[in-house]
């Protein structure tokens, strides 16, 4: 069920600013300056009394153009992580993003996630392509400093560390620490409950649905979280409505089993975006129209009720997509980033919350376009996207 709200006013300020598919190719991860399976024009925003901004300083991208910034993560002020697309690897910083060195010593990376789990290790989810390493999706950087190989893509069954799935998308923890990965190209799941040390095959009939005789349900998951409630995704297909996915409460539902809530009827098109500012107790999902070529078809929903209704939050003439949106560990203080359109030398924008998203600003910044990824940790946020990165604070 869907409540139009005014909930957020934007107002214009002098800014310039999904695919299907299995198989162990790189063709697969979808690096092409926009993420992996979007189809996307770009758009304008603002906001009125959503809080500010100390200014921006644009940064060295590490991944230096080669591919974008896929996957942006910060532990603090000071240490910072970033995963890169198209083989360019994994960087850390340990000076607020001034300098960056090699996180991991592959030379054919591809990152889409990086996280910690519930012991505060760091999850690094993608594709290894360097013959070292080669097929590696899921590793983990442990206490010692010791990186610990979890995932394989293949197809020996028995091996307990093996799946069919080309890449992985997401990696997430839940709060009992068993492990979750999905797909970045389709909606195949796989899972381990000791830690990482075996995992199922790849699964992709893990809806509710399926839980029932005669019932069906396939869906790609394109971002994913964890709360003490439980696994939360976002996603679809640019021929559906966004989704948002909850914990199943079907009597024979296991901890990885979800239950598919639209989020509206009036667009249609994936869920990239998927934040909770306070644990799951409001949650923001953001995307764009496909049913829009011709014209700028960004959307940003808010929901308080677990996805049982969304606000649509109302969003400038040119925001186009809502790539990503990220919340402080308060949840006060918040960043929204994505693209414009049309054209797209429009470039790219960013919104700023102090309030948990109920009201937002716009960045009175140039910003390119293809911004992917934000990250927030205490007033500190970065940005990133194809051959770019910037830093700022609230």
Not at 60 to 85: R, V
Not at 317 to 323: G, L, P, Q, S, T
Request: net charge negative.
């Amino acid at each position: 069920m869907l409540r139009s709200s005014p909930i957020l006013f934007l107002v214009t300020m002098p800014l310039l600013a999904g695919c299907l598919g299995s198989g162990g190719g790189k063709d697969d991860t979808g690096d092409s300056g926009t993420a992996p399976g979007e189809d996307t024009g770009g758009g304008d925003g603002g906001g009125d009394g959503g809080g500010g901004t100390d200014g921006l300083t644009e940064l060295s991208d590490p991944c230096e153009g080669i591919g974008p910034i896929y996957a942006l993560h910060i532990d603090s002020a000071e240490e910072a992580w970033i995963g890169c697309g198209n083989g360019a690897g994994l960087w850390t910083s340990r000076d607020r993003g001034d300098s960056w060195s090699a996180g991991h010593p592959s030379e054919d990376l591809y990152v889409f996630d990086i996280r910690r789990d519930t012991e505060g290790r760091l999850l690094v989810c993608g594709h290894d392509y360097d013959p070292t390493y080669e097929n590696v999706l899921v590793r983990r950087l442990g206490s010692d400093g010791e990186w610990e190989e979890l995932l394989w893509y293949g197809t020996d069954a028995d091996a307990g560390n093996q799946v069919s799935m080309s890449n992985c998308g997401q990696a997430v923890a839940d709060a009992s620490g068993n492990l979750l990965v999905m797909s970045n190209t389709i909606g195949d799941m796989a899972r381990s409950t000791d830690d990482g040390r075996r995992w199922t095959a790849a699964d992709r009939y893990w809806e509710e649905a399926n839980l029932d005789d005669g019932g069906y349900g396939a869906y790609q998951l394109m971002r994913v979280e964890a709360t003490s409630a439980g696994i939360f995704a976002s996603g679809s297909t640019i021929s559906q409505p966004p989704f948002f996915f909850t914990p199943s409460s079907h009597p024979d539902a296991d901890w990885y089993n979800l239950k598919v809530n639209t989020v509206s009827e009036d667009v249609t098109g994936e869920g990239w975006a998927l934040a909770t500012p306070d644990e799951g107790r409001s949650w923001f999902v953001g995307g764009r129209d496909q049913s829009s070529s011709s014209a700028a078809s960004g959307f940003l929903f808010r929901s308080d009720d677990d996805g049982s209704t969304w606000e649509s939050m109302v969003l400038g003439d040119e925001i186009d997509i809502v790539r990503d949106v990220a919340f402080s560990a308060d949840g006060n203080l918040g960043i929204a980033v994505g693209d414009r359109y049309p054209p797209a030398s429009l470039g790219g924008f960013a919104l700023v919350t102090s309030d948990g998203g109920l009201t937002w600003t716009e960045l009175n910044e140039d910003l390119p376009e293809n911004l992917q990824r934000a990250a927030v940790e205490g007033t500190t946020w970065m940005i990133g996207g194809d051959g770019y990165l910037a830093r700022g604070s609230f």
